[in-house]
């Protein structure tokens, strides 16, 4: 699966803190009950002493063990490893009588779930991924440790900034469930949308539909040559809230998200839902979806849009990486924000999803909690990030690091989707918040049903309503709001 990721917006937003948001933590799989109950147990059993603190200095502000061991699991998908090898191999030259044991897995929950039980997990994690841990269930059940210090110790660059002070908007809030402390330090910075080929949409003489009348024209003008207008991950439909999401706050307004988000009675039956869930099944009644779409994965998916089947896709920039073997030098690849329905629209065309992702932790019961902050603050450095968006063509939660970097056409394309944005940037929280819900119900009982044919729009409005309802009357799962 692609690396999980992405957001950004500016602060003083009038109508929403636009700041108060997410993480797209999308590619998720549904904890098991083991996992949960480990969660709720606090996993005491066994638990290991911590190491004793080392020196404080200019040098070591975190007062790392300079001999302690350090261990570091890391999501092998979209990114691969290679970055948090890099940053390893600083920490190693740093600290050369500490032994850093390094892993990567694509199975974060099934191989650290054990270890989260036994007391005993590592000292930084990468969790992503289709079987990433619950944020929510961590959060709530005090799994993991404040990360705090990290961000009020200087930063490697600069010793009279903060490390929190050198970030993107928005990725210190994203890190905090309702409010300080900050738990997950998100270390990507995703752009959502709708990405497409250049290449093929002037080739089909078009630009890139700015309301829907010129979407479905575009699809059509496509279909007319033989290429459908749309394909998205079909087995995994958490995909669509890429571009359905930011589609609905840009027709409602972003307090439409934000009444989804807190789980609100008849909150998917605002208006705004309504328009967009039936712009979007257009797309599927006028026969614009590549056929065969909803039995693909997300793979399989791209494959067919980078081979020129399809025109539009919603995902995450970590695309580019994740389809570059497939993808022709000559593509051209772009992002923009998702298509609105008309100047009616609350927001601007423009409106975005863009977050952090590839969420970083550091568990409360882990050995040397310090050399995994100090791995962190590192990578937050902007040599680590400058080698992260060149091997990877992703920006990372430092703001700044691409300098003297010739960007790929994703990535300048995202970063020019940004600037369009400015202060027009939302982040669903259902991602990180509710994973169950937002994976299992909302995508693949919902969103996928219908863009497949098989529900109504206002039958699945109706159906997801229901999950949402029933989540929020469930005591067994922690609640958050927006503040």
Same mark, same amino acid.
């Given at each position: 699966?692609?690396?999980?990721?992405?957001?950004?917006?500016?602060?003083?937003?009038?109508?929403?803190?636009?700041?108060?948001?997410?993480?797209?933590? +999308?590619?998720?799989?549904?904890?098991?009950?083991?996992?949960?109950?480990?969660?709720?147990?606090?996993?005491?059993?066994?638990?290991?002493?911590?190491?004793?603190?080392?020196?404080?200095?200019?040098?070591?502000?975190?007062?790392?063990?300079?001999?302690? @061991?350090?261990?570091?699991?890391?999501?092998?998908?979209?990114?691969?490893?290679?970055?948090?090898?890099?940053?390893?191999?600083?920490?190693?030259?740093?600290?050369?009588?500490?032994?850093?044991?390094?892993?990567?897995?694509?199975? &974060?929950?099934?191989?650290?779930?054990?270890?989260?039980?036994?007391?005993?997990?590592?000292?930084? /994690?990468?969790?992503?991924?289709?079987?990433?841990?619950?944020?929510?269930?961590?959060?709530?059940?005090?799994?993991?440790?404040?990360?705090?210090?990290?961000?009020?110790?200087?930063?490697?660059?600069?010793?009279?900034?903060?490390?929190?002070?050198?970030?993107?908007?928005? /990725?210190?809030?994203?890190?905090?469930?309702? +409010?300080?402390?900050?738990? /997950?330090?998100?270390?990507?910075?995703?752009?959502?949308?709708?990405?497409?080929?250049?290449?093929?949409?002037?080739?089909?003489?078009?630009?890139?539909?700015? $309301?829907?009348?010129?979407?479905?024209?575009?699809?059509?003008?496509?279909?007319?040559?033989?290429?459908?207008?749309?394909?998205?991950?079909?087995?995994?439909?958490?995909?669509?809230?890429?571009?359905?999401? @930011?589609?609905?706050?840009?027709? +409602?307004?972003?307090?439409?998200?934000?009444?989804?988000?807190?789980?609100?009675?008849?909150?998917?039956?605002?208006?705004?839902?309504?328009?967009?869930?039936?712009?979007?099944?257009?797309?599927?009644?006028?026969?614009?979806?590549?056929?065969?779409?909803?039995?693909?994965?997300?793979?399989?998916?791209?494959?067919?849009?980078?081979?020129?089947?399809?025109?539009?896709?919603?995902?995450?920039?970590?695309?580019?990486?994740?389809?570059?073997?497939?993808?022709?030098?000559?593509?051209?690849?772009?992002?923009?924000?998702?298509?609105?329905?008309?100047?009616?629209?609350?927001?601007?065309?423009? $409106? /975005?999803?863009?977050?952090?992702?590839?969420?970083?932790?550091?568990?409360?019961?882990?050995?040397?909690?310090?050399?995994?902050?100090?791995?962190?603050?590192?990578?937050?450095?902007?040599?680590?990030?400058?080698?992260?968006?060149?091997?990877?063509?992703?920006?990372?939660?430092?703001?700044?690091?691409?300098?003297? &970097?010739?960007? $790929?056409?994703?990535?300048?394309?995202?970063?020019?989707?940004?600037?369009?944005?400015?202060?027009?940037?939302?982040? @669903?929280?259902?991602?990180?918040?509710?994973?169950?819900?937002?994976?299992?119900?909302?995508?693949?009982?919902?969103?996928?049903?219908?863009?497949?044919?098989?529900?109504?729009?206002?039958?699945? &409005?109706?159906? &997801?309503?229901?999950?949402?309802?029933?989540?929020?009357?469930?005591?067994?799962?922690?609640?958050?709001?927006?503040?």
């Amino acid at each position: 699966m692609g690396s999980t990721s992405a957001h950004s917006g500016r602060e003083g937003v009038g109508r929403r803190d636009l700041i108060k948001r997410s993480a797209a933590l +999308g590619l998720i799989a549904v904890p098991t009950m083991s996992f949960l109950s480990a969660c709720a147990s606090g996993g005491d059993s066994g638990s290991e002493e911590k190491v004793d603190k080392g020196k404080k200095s200019a040098e070591n502000p975190l007062a790392v063990n300079e001999t302690a @061991p350090l261990e570091i699991v890391i999501f092998d998908g979209g990114f691969g490893t290679k970055y948090a090898e890099d940053a390893k191999a600083v920490y190693e030259k740093k600290f050369p009588d500490a032994k850093v044991k390094f892993s990567s897995t694509q199975k &974060i929950q099934s191989v650290l779930q054990p270890r989260f039980n036994q007391g005993s997990p590592p000292d930084l /994690i990468d969790n992503s991924g289709a079987e990433q841990m619950d944020m929510g269930v961590l959060v709530g059940k005090k799994q993991l440790a404040d990360l705090t210090p990290l961000l009020d110790a200087p930063s490697v660059d600069d010793p009279n900034k903060k490390v929190r002070d050198t970030l993107r908007p928005g /990725i210190v809030e994203m890190g905090q469930f309702d +409010g300080d402390p900050v738990w /997950i330090m998100y270390y990507a910075y995703t752009v959502y949308g709708v990405w497409y080929s250049q290449k093929a949409l002037d080739s089909l003489d078009a630009t890139y539909p700015e $309301t829907w009348d010129d979407m479905l024209t575009v699809c059509e003008k496509a279909k007319k040559k033989g290429i459908a207008g749309w394909t998205y991950a079909g087995k995994h439909p958490y995909y669509i809230p890429f571009s359905l999401y @930011p589609m609905i706050a840009k027709v +409602g307004g972003p307090e439409t998200l934000d009444a989804i988000d807190n789980l609100e009675p008849n909150a998917w039956k605002h208006p705004a839902v309504k328009t967009c869930f039936e712009a979007y099944y257009e797309l599927y009644k006028k026969g614009y979806i590549l056929e065969g779409t909803p039995g693909l994965d997300h793979i399989q998916s791209q494959t067919a849009w980078t081979e020129g089947k399809a025109l539009f896709i919603p995902n995450g920039s970590w695309v580019e990486n994740e389809a570059a073997k497939t993808m022709p030098k000559d593509f051209n690849l772009a992002v923009s924000a998702p298509t609105g329905i008309d100047s009616s629209d609350k927001m601007p065309f423009g $409106t /975005i999803w863009a977050s952090g992702g590839e969420p970083f932790i550091v568990p409360a019961k882990s050995k040397n909690p310090d050399g995994g902050m100090e791995q962190l603050r590192i990578m937050l450095s902007e040599e680590s990030s400058k080698n992260f968006t060149t091997s990877v063509k992703s920006l990372s939660a430092f703001n700044g690091g691409t300098d003297g &970097i010739e960007l $790929t056409p994703g990535l300048k394309s995202g970063v020019a989707a940004l600037e369009k944005a400015g202060e027009n940037v939302v982040n @669903p929280r259902l991602q990180d918040w509710y994973v169950a819900l937002q994976k299992e119900k909302i995508g693949v009982g919902g969103l996928g049903e219908m863009m497949a044919g098989r529900l109504t729009p206002a039958e699945a &409005i109706k159906k &997801i309503q229901g999950y949402a309802d029933e989540a929020a009357k469930d005591d067994s799962i922690q609640h958050y709001k927006h503040q």
